[in-house]
């Protein structure tokens, strides 16, 4: 069964419909996760709790939002020039309005202006924030004088340039550290990706440099997973298993959208999924052939069967999905995002012990 429900887009004042499988909101209950979604195209951080036994939404405005990396003390959040950074308040949840709706609170206190180098995903390591510098062509951390650091660039790539030369746009970390990323093509000129982006994607091995699995269609979110590499084959609608040593990707399950975003808790994963635009971009894609039965929302996969046993799907307000993360051992946390009264939120303070030692 589904569930049907309404919510109001403040960014674009524009009406949000979603359907959801009528198990969703007992299933992240047991699993003890909440959903944070980024939606490119609309402009807003989504976070999907639970409350009272229901799905509970808040939408919050990040411009271009693309990229998420979670851990429990920190969210990261890329947008079009710059990276925030919601630090999580101890003891704050439950103590704002509704009193008892949430479990924790997420404020938003940093942010690192990186100038538009096109983030795409990020993720923690060890105690720092790896980045995917899509324009630059390579992987980059952060310091507090430039712009960005860069740390490694696939062999192909001759020199550092603001070209989008391959179109990296996905890491997996093994052990704290860059293991794998994604690119669509190994091209060394300005946006040569877009050539032959239906067949050219690639999976590099960080450390070795080495290209471990060639002919994917543009693929996203490359992940080390209970011992798997999984990647998201996007322009085939997969979520695929893949054999470094065989240079295979065989696929796990076919959803009805353009795979992007990546999530686990356990054996199940999140998996979001796109309309495709009709644009230079995503024409000529092997889902284009069925564009008008693609969903734009978040299934649920349970990797031992191939089976999607739960969705989430925006039925209008709501086209592109860019990154999926799960918060762990959180119901329905409160995030105060970069721009509350955009939000149509009250601004929420937290004040120091005062000081009055001048």
Same mark, same amino acid.
């Given at each position: 069964? %589904?569930?049907?429900?309404?919510?109001?887009?403040?960014?674009?004042?524009?009406?949000?419909?979603y359907?959801?499988?009528?198990?969703?909101?007992d299933?992240?209950?047991?699993?003890?996760?909440?959903?944070?979604?980024?939606t490119?195209? =609309?402009g807003?951080l989504?976070?999907?709790?639970?409350?009272?036994?229901?799905?509970?939404?808040?939408?919050?405005?990040? %411009?271009?939002?693309?990229g998420?990396?979670v851990?429990?003390?920190?969210?990261?959040?890329?947008?079009?020039?710059?990276?925030?950074?919601?630090?999580r =308040?101890?003891?704050?949840?439950?103590?704002?309005?509704?009193?008892?709706?949430?479990?924790?609170?997420?404020?938003?206190?940093?942010?690192?202006?990186?100038?538009?180098?096109?983030?795409?995903?990020m993720?923690?390591?060890?105690?720092?924030? &790896?980045?995917?510098?899509?324009?630059?062509?390579?992987?980059?951390?952060?310091?507090?004088?430039?712009?960005?650091?860069?740390? &490694?660039?696939?062999r192909f790539?001759?020199?550092?340039?603001?070209e989008?030369?391959?179109h990296?746009?996905?890491?997996?970390l093994?052990?704290?550290r860059?293991?794998?990323?994604?690119?669509?093509?190994?091209?060394d000129?300005?946006?040569g &990706?877009? %050539?032959n982006?239906?067949t050219?994607?690639?999976?590099?091995?960080?450390?070795?440099g080495?290209?471990?699995?060639?002919?994917?269609s543009?693929?996203?979110?490359?992940?080390?997973h209970?011992?798997r590499?999984?990647?998201?084959?996007?322009g085939?609608?997969?979520?695929?298993?893949?054999?470094?040593?065989?240079?295979?990707?065989?696929?796990?399950?076919?959803?009805?959208?353009?795979?992007?975003?990546?999530?686990?808790?356990?054996p199940?994963?999140?998996?979001?999924?796109?309309?495709?635009?009709?644009?230079?971009?995503?024409?000529g894609l092997?889902?284009?052939?069925h564009?008008?039965?693609?969903?734009?929302?978040?299934?649920?996969?349970?990797?031992?069967?191939?089976?999607r046993?739960?969705?989430?799907?925006?039925?209008?307000?709501?086209e592109?999905?860019f990154?999926?993360?799960?918060?762990p051992?959180?119901?329905?946390?409160?995030? =105060?995002?970069?721009?509350?009264?955009?939000?149509?939120?009250?601004?929420?303070w937290?004040?120091?012990?005062?000081? &009055?030692?001048?």
């Amino acid at each position: 069964g %589904e569930s049907l429900a309404n919510s109001e887009n403040r960014l674009r004042h524009t009406e949000v419909r979603y359907l959801h499988s009528s198990n969703l909101a007992d299933l992240l209950t047991q699993l003890r996760v909440t959903l944070v979604i980024s939606t490119y195209q =609309a402009g807003k951080l989504v976070v999907v709790g639970v409350h009272e036994g229901k799905l509970a939404f808040s939408f919050h405005a990040v %411009e271009r939002v693309m990229g998420i990396a979670v851990r429990a003390d920190r969210i990261a959040v890329g947008s079009q020039s710059k990276i925030y950074f919601l630090d999580r =308040a101890a003891g704050l949840g439950p103590q704002i309005e509704p009193h008892g709706r949430h479990d924790a609170c997420y404020l938003t206190r940093l942010a690192h202006f990186t100038g538009p180098i096109h983030i795409h995903e990020m993720a923690w390591g060890h105690d720092e924030l &790896w980045i995917c510098n899509t324009m630059f062509s390579c992987l980059s951390t952060l310091d507090g004088h430039a712009s960005f650091v860069p740390r &490694w660039k696939p062999r192909f790539i001759s020199q550092l340039s603001d070209e989008d030369r391959c179109h990296m746009n996905s890491m997996a970390l093994e052990h704290g550290r860059p293991r794998y990323v994604t690119v669509l093509a190994e091209t060394d000129t300005a946006a040569g &990706w877009r %050539e032959n982006k239906a067949t050219s994607g690639c999976i590099l091995d960080v450390p070795s440099g080495e290209t471990v699995a060639r002919g994917l269609s543009m693929p996203h979110s490359v992940r080390v997973h209970d011992g798997r590499v999984l990647v998201l084959n996007s322009g085939r609608g997969q979520i695929s298993v893949v054999d470094p040593a065989r240079g295979s990707a065989e696929p796990i399950a076919l959803l009805p959208g353009y795979t992007r975003g990546l999530a686990f808790r356990g054996p199940l994963a999140f998996v979001g999924q796109s309309r495709i635009r009709e644009t230079n971009i995503f024409g000529g894609l092997p889902i284009a052939e069925h564009a008008d039965k693609l969903e734009c929302g978040v299934s649920v996969v349970d990797l031992r069967s191939g089976q999607r046993i739960a969705h989430l799907t925006f039925a209008s307000g709501v086209e592109e999905i860019f990154d999926v993360q799960v918060l762990p051992e959180l119901r329905c946390p409160a995030i =105060a995002g970069p721009d509350p009264e955009t939000d149509g939120q009250k601004h929420i303070w937290l004040s120091a012990q005062p000081r &009055w030692d001048i």
